[in-house]
């Protein structure tokens, strides 16, 4: 059956033999008085051919009703399917082995053995199983975990790993086509690029299996496929699919054989970044009947659009299904003359989608807001299909009751654990989501959306989840479990139990286990802060009380910049907190950015110089940061809860980007007069390969904004903006945002060039340095959203940092060293956050209070 398709053409044979065969039909009915379709097939006397045609029909039938799931033997098998072979035994002694069984609750002490791909015993492992591993003569790696953690492989929900790869380069841009809107047989393991260098970090990080998702440039942009990020010896991408779908390489598969889940992706609010875009109509590529006359038109599209573009592609395979059901309701009644010469109805093109209507299909859906949800959910109920997942969902936790009437049941949440407000549907976004959603039943996942999170720090944003209010139990299973039971899957990954994964050890360089707390982090209380978050709709009023004095009691900690001590009088109960300087925080364009993919909320960029005309008018004037900020912000009052006092920003822009400023965060939702620290403090400019301009180019305009040498036109019209010698001069940082290390030495030489032709000293700091290490760049710089996260980025550096940074540089690194790098020279207010239940770098803590001298006020958070 499998090959050539005999459905397509009705042999003559049978034709012929059609009078004798109604004649056998009617004889066997006066013989039987209850005659079952099936025997009535067997007793007539049809050609073998025919009765092979009949055969595979009954058999799609059957396959049409199956639903995916564990085979019935599956628990019973002795070898992983992904076994590689001559992997030997692995024995994991001295563990902490947390199971994700019993609700997640499930800790043992003890050993863990893995042979042949699958997880053979957990706990104890009985001297017979070694016993009999010796007979086998395999050999045996132990690894001994000396008392550290071991815990299922984490499991990413929603990656574009392979697809949007690193490095990102032209050629490796396969997350989305930009075809149509509606593209059910698109596939991302055609793009999946098995070099990207983002296996290895994952792994690094203790991800082991990730969906790999089509982008949400389409309404349906695609089918989805489970990996795992070993390397196979195949080196191919099929070779590191879990339980692939047969029909990953099989039209005519064997319908005998028990479906796996397929797993779609569906973009239900608008299409991402494509707000306009080339397309007929959603289902140009197949449907006559919905081609426009004129394809090269460019519609825009709305979320109304969306809507029928969704009810369009189901009304067609509802169809097609349809058919499907009347053909088989047919062959199974006998009425196989009605079936004369007619085909099982199929289209390669829509199969995926009517798998959708099945059941067979877990599909990933991105949406947002309470508008987006209610679309999907009402989809489900017109067309009866369930949904697994409803991703990013920023206003799931504001709907619950609405989820709950998905088809199918309550669909699975994934979410970013604090990446909000880069969008306006995401404006609402709460980092106490996944605790609402668990209070009221529903599964929640910690998702990466690799590469917009770094997959590797996945753990990380389950812990931030942690952090705020989601139980510590169920912060684990939403990066092990309930991932792998959203796609289906649970009965493979994201559990330890006898029976699983490929057991074949990934990181070889661990030189040593770090022995687990066994119990969980004591997280602060954020009950009050998570009912305001609901009640204002998601939008909680983010204004700091501010308050005459404050004592602080039971407090284990002061540090400070420099001598001195503040403070008076309302009582704060610290818990054992300590008082740390306030945070500074540089890269994130705090003030000049609200939303990022808002303009109307943005400062624009500032234009490249290099890349044309600059308006006549500018008079060859530098921008300068201070004068594009705004007010009243919620990353800054956020950022400033969350004990940054102090934020630097620079205009942004290619090439000559302007002069930074420095203010206090907290300084929004008053008058303004103290709200600036430092007006000036460096003159940035950008050098980059991937500007508009050659790199070259970039260092020849440097040098002559330096030297005031060169009669190139461009040069001479460049060099009308650089008013800011002075400022050099002046002895002004100039800093430059640059990632390459050899464009680093470069500049290094120009420096040396600069200080012995003008005998002065050119101060010059480098920020991004990717390729430098510079610590400084790799904390500080961030998305607008995540300023307020500070802290836990510094304690991360400092906890991988195997003991090199110690806790005072790393409180340096981000307040004095920071400032000192670019160019603040004058002594900082000695501004304080005070730390409830723990030190500043800790989940236990919670900012309750910044003392802040540069706005003479105290403000209290609680
Ligand atoms: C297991 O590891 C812990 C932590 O290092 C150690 O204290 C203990 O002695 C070890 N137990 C065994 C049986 O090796
Ligand atoms: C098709 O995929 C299956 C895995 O589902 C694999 O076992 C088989 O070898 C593949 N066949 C071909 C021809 O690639
Ligand atoms: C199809 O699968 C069934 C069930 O596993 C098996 O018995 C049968 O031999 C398979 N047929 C072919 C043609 O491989
Ligand atoms: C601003 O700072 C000055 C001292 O530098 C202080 O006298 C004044 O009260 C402050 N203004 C406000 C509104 O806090
Ligand atoms: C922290 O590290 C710095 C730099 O290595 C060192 O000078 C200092 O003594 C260390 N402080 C403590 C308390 O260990």
Redesign the pocket.
Known sequence: ??GSSPLATCPISWRLARPFLLLTAVLVLLILVQSSPLISFALSHSSPHELARRSQILTKRAYTRAKPGPLPRFHARTQSDRYAENTKPVLVRNATIWTAADGGNEVLTGNLLMHHGLIKDVGDVPLSRLQELELENMGLEVVDADGAWVTPGIVDLHSHIGVGSVPNLNGAHDTNSHNALILPWLRSIDGLNTHDASYQLAMAGGVTTAQILPGSANNIGGQAFIMKFRPTAERSPSSMLLEPPYTLNGTHF?H??APRWRHMKYVISLPQSFAFIFYSSPLHLTQQTYVRENPSVRYGITRLDSGWNFRAAYDHARKFRDAQDAFCTKAESGSWDDLAGKSFPEDLQWESLIDVLRGRVKLAVHCYEAVDLDEIVRLTNEFEFPAASFHHAGEAYLVPELLKKTWGGTPTIPLFASNFRQKREAYRGSEFAPRVLSEHGVNVVIKSDHPVVNSRYLLHEAAQAHYCGLDSALALLSVTYAPATAIGMGHMIGMLKSVYIDGIPQLSQIDHYVPGKTTPPRMPNFDAEKAATVAYEGFPPPEPRSVKRVLFMDVSGLYMRSGGSKGNVEIVDLEGGTIAPGLTSFGAPLRLVEINHEPSTNDGRVRDPLDGDLPPVLGGKVMRAQDGLMFGSRNLLLAYRGGVTTAITAPSGAFLQGISTAFSPGAAHVRVENASILDDVALHVAVSMKASASVSTQIAALRNMLFGEGEDKVLRRVRKVCAFLPFLLGETTLVVDVENADIMATLLRLKDEFESHSGRRLRLTFSGGTEAHLLVHEIAKAGEYNARNMRFEVGWSFLTSNGAINHTMALALTTINLERALGVQREMPQDLVAYRGGDVFEFEAKVVDVISETLRRTDLFV
Do not use: D, E, H, Y
């Open positions: 059956m499998m064997n005998s054989l």
